[in-house]
């Protein structure tokens, strides 16, 4: 169980400490919990949705409320990093100069725009999702963003130079535990929705999207980071909940 209790402890702001050592065969057993980290947000985020929505708040409301709780309990990391990838992405200069940009600290004019439609699109999603009751597709929303991750430390990826979470992730995973994971969040989604295609198709799309924003960041900043995989999991997160709460 070391690999969950540092998973835990790098992904949220729960009070589990993980081991003192941690070495690339420690972190890859975190990375490959990282999934049931995700299920456990997410049913927190419906938990919190129903509550809301037991109180009287509008679901819209609520939507931004528990975007903005997500983004508190796990140290605003992921969207730190998609700020900072968008940032990198949009400076087109060499990838020395994209990696500087990425980790000066500041989110640019591409960074904020990213965060304003990725974070309002997440919102207006999960409340959507909350007022026709879609508790399940909370859950797996906020579970494939973790997915993504584990695709995005498969193995063959390189770590970017002088990134430091990265050079402990990277290229740790082997394939068939992203895609392991993947077929679970499909089936899960199966019974998400209404329709039984709309579920594993929004998971498919959220993690095929993910997989090209990767590959594209890899070559762009000559490897993989820890500001790269914050940008996969919420680009992930963004799709999987706004293609699950498309109405019948």
């Known amino acids: 169980m070391t690999g969950l209790r540092l998973a835990v402890s790098w992904l949220t702001v729960l009070p589990l400490r993980g081991p003192e050592q941690v070495d690339r065969s420690v972190a890859a057993r975190a990375i490959a919990w990282a999934p049931v980290v995700g299920v456990l947000l997410g049913g927190g985020a419906a938990g919190l949705l129903w509550g809301l929505g037991q109180l ?144 594993p198709l929004a998971v498919l799309l959220a993690l095929a999207a993910a997989t090209v924003l990767v590959r594209h960041c890899v070559r762009r900043f000559g490897g993989l980071n820890g500001d790269v995989l914050g940008a996969a999991l919420e680009l992930s997160v963004t799709i999987a909940a706004a293609v699950l709460s498309f109405a019948r």
Request: proline letters at 4%.
């Open 56 to 199: 009287g708040a509008a679901w819209l409301l609520a939507g931004f409320v528990v975007v903005a709780g997500l983004g508190l309990i796990t140290r605003g990391m992921h969207i730190d990093g998609l700020a900072d990838t968008i940032d990198g992405l949009g400076s087109y200069g060499a990838p020395e100069r994209a990696r500087e940009i990425m980790k000066s600290g500041g989110a640019g004019p591409f960074g904020v725009a990213a965060l304003v439609f990725a974070l309002g699109i997440q919102a207006v999603s999960l409340g959507a999702l909350a007022e026709a009751g879609r508790w399940l597709a909370v859950v797996v929303a906020v579970a494939v963003g973790r997915v993504a991750v584990v695709l995005a430390c498969r193995r063959g990826i390189e770590a970017a130079p002088g990134a430091g979470f990265g050079a402990l992730v990277a290229g740790t995973q082997p394939p068939v535990t992203g895609y392991a994971w993947g077929v679970i969040a499909c089936l899960a989604a199966v019974f998400a929705t209404s329709n039984p295609w709309q579920g």
